[in-house]
């Protein structure tokens, strides 16, 4: 049986220190965007990030460290890069290569997909690369990093358990997991509805399709998060976003 003290540390390495680095990442991610797109004053804009943090970043990062230990969720890759264990620099190697692979050949193409049908999506929709490079570079890291916190490490992490302990297994077996992904997947289209509103091109086209595409890449991420790692998502993230916001930046 294990001391109190050698559960405080146990605690410190898997959960306290994975989480004041997930929280710090995605408090800076956010606030550098927000930094760069917002006219005016700063701080009023601040409060915002500060409250999301409180009251979305904290719970779920804190649940997912928690209910993801010993089903492979979670965030074992950053915990073991944190404590410097041996094999996980190449882990992560392994994992960033995957995740690049496969998030840039998926944003790529929807970015056909889009070009394909673009004549049926409402013209009130923003075209991609508008916020420009760097904009297009910032949103992609705050949203690769907060996002996957958010759906992956909380919402996925949190229906899997409740999965695993509703059916009374051992794991997270194929089934689980594939629910897991799916439902937490479609969550993730379903939180882009609002920013779609926003531009005023919430038409029947313009949800389904903003569902659909963002669904998709849910079901990658969150399978290279539940077989891969965390890292292995956000990377994945970020891949198809610079694909999607950035790269199309450029075009002429």
Known sequence: MCSPNERYTASVRTIILPLLVLLSLTLAAQLSSLAYTIDGSFLPALAPSVLVLCVVTIPLATLGLILGQNVGLGAPLLTDLLNRKPGSGKQ???????????????????????????????????????????????????????????????????????????????DVDAAIGWSAIVISAIAFGAIHLPQLASYEAASPVGIVATVLGNTLVGLLFGWLYWRRSLIAAMIGHFAVDIVLHVLTAFRT
């Open 92 to 170: 992560l190697f392994l994992d960033a290569r995957l995740a690049l692979c496969l998030g840039l050949g998926l944003g790529a193409l929807l970015v056909l997909i889009r070009y394909v049908h673009q004549p049926f999506l409402p013209p009130e929709m923003p075209e991609l690369g508008h916020r420009g490079p760097l904009g297009g570079l910032l949103v992609s890291i705050g949203a690769a990093i907060g996002e996957e916190v958010w759906l992956r490490l909380g919402v996925m992490t949190i229906l899997a358990r409740a999965l695993v302990y509703l059916y009374r297994r051992d």
